[in-house]
C-alpha cells in the first residue's frame, strides 16, 4: 500500500496504475475508520480494480461553532485499517495541500441544502462539494462510493457530479449498524456509556414511522409530534425529524403512491450529533 502526502505523489502513483488500464475507485474520509468506512472499501474493491482511499478532515465543512479541532485523528490506525482491506493508495494530505491561503472560488448549491443537515449546518454542503470536487479532479476515479447515513451528502454530490460532467459512477452503501441498531459513524465515540444506551432511540423512531408509513398512513405529521415529543423525553434533542421527497430534499405533507421518500433524522445527545436514514417507497 502505498501512503501520499501531497497531489504530486498520488498524481504519479495513479498514473502508473492507469497505465496498467486498472479500473479506480475512491472512498472519501475524514479518518477514524470504523466498519461502515471498511464496507465502503469492499463495495469499492468489488467494482473496481484498485481502491484509492482519502483521509482528510476538510475544514471547509465545519461551521465555527463545531468540532474540527476535536474531531478523533487516528492516521496509523487508519492505515492499518486500510492495508487490512488491500487498499492500493492512500491520500492523506495537510490542509496546505489541499487549500491555499486566499481562495477565491467556491460551489453553490440551490435548494437541496436548505432542509435536513443542509438547514442546521449552513455552508456544510458547500464545503462538502468543493472538497470531493477537489478529489475527484485529483484522482480522476472510475467510480466513487458514500455511506448512506449521509444521504443528503449522497444525493448532493450525485447531482454536483452530473452537473459538472465528472465521469465518476456514484454508488450509495448501506448504512452500516451496531447490533442495537445504532448507525456506525466515528462521533459516536464522543458518546458516554448513558447517551450509548439510549442513542438508537432514533433509529427505533425512524422504524416507527416506516412501519405506519407502509401501514397506510399518508399525513404522518402527528406521527411525527408524537416521535419527537417520545425523543426529546429520553434526552434528546431534536435537530429534524421528518419525511422527505428523495427527489427534492424537500419535506412532504402529503405522500403519494409510486413515489420515493427518506425518513430521516438528526439529534443532539448531549454534545453529539446523530443522523440516521430509512429509504421508503409507497
Not at 475524514?30 to 469492499?42: N, V
Not at 467494482?47 to 476538510?58: K, L, R
Not at 456544510?124 to 462539494?129: P, R
Not at 478529489?135 to 457530479?161: E, H
Amino acid at each position: 500500500m502505498i501512503v501520499c502526502k501531497t497531489i504530486e505523489h498520488v498524481r504519479r502513483e495513479l498514473k502508473a496504475l492507469k497505465k496498467e488500464d486498472k479500473k479506480m475507485g475512491l472512498v472519501p474520509t475524514m479518518g477514524a475508520l470504523h466498519q461502515g468506512h471498511i464496507e465502503l472499501m469492499k463495495i469499492a474493491a468489488k467494482h473496481s480494480d484498485a481502491v484509492v482511499v482519502s483521509i482528510f478532515v476538510n475544514p471547509t465543512q465545519f461551521g465555527p461553532n463545531e468540532d474540527f479541532d476535536t474531531y478523533p485523528r487516528q492516521l496509523q490506525q487508519d492505515l492499518d485499517a486500510c492495508r487490512d482491506q488491500n487498499v492500493s493508495i492512500v491520500f492523506a494530505p495537510e490542509h496546505d495541500e489541499m487549500y491555499n491561503n486566499q481562495n477565491y472560488f467556491s460551489i453553490q448549491i440551490d435548494s437541496l441544502n436548505q432542509y435536513m443537515c443542509g438547514g442546521s449546518r449552513p455552508g456544510f454542503f458547500k464545503g462538502v462539494c468543493l472538497v470531493v470536487n477537489k478529489l475527484f479532479n485529483i484522482i480522476k476515479p472510475d467510480l466513487a462510493v458514500f455511506g448512506q447515513k449521509d444521504i443528503q451528502q449522497f444525493l448532493i454530490l450525485k447531482r454536483m457530479t452530473k452537473e459538472f460532467n465528472h465521469p465518476v459512477e456514484m454508488i450509495m452503501a448501506p448504512i452500516v449498524r451496531a447490533n442495537d441498531g445504532l448507525a456506525l459513524s466515528s462521533r459516536n465515540a464522543y458518546l458516554s456509556d448513558h447517551e450509548r444506551m439510549i442513542a438508537p432511540g432514533l433509529f427505533r423512531s425512524l422504524q416507527y414511522l416506516q412501519k405506519q408509513i407502509e401501514g397506510g398512513v399518508i399525513t404522518p405529521k402527528l406521527l411525527i409530534e408524537h416521535q419527537k415529543n417520545e425523543l426529546e423525553a429520553k434526552g434528546f434533542k431534536i435537530d429534524y425529524l421528518n419525511v422527505f421527497s428523495r427527489a427534492t430534499l424537500q419535506p412532504v405533507k402529503t405522500l403519494t403512491e409510486q413515489t420515493k421518500y427518506l425518513i430521516a433524522g438528526a439529534v443532539w445527545l448531549g454534545t453529539t450529533r446523530l443522523i440516521d436514514n430509512i429509504l421508503i417507497e409507497i
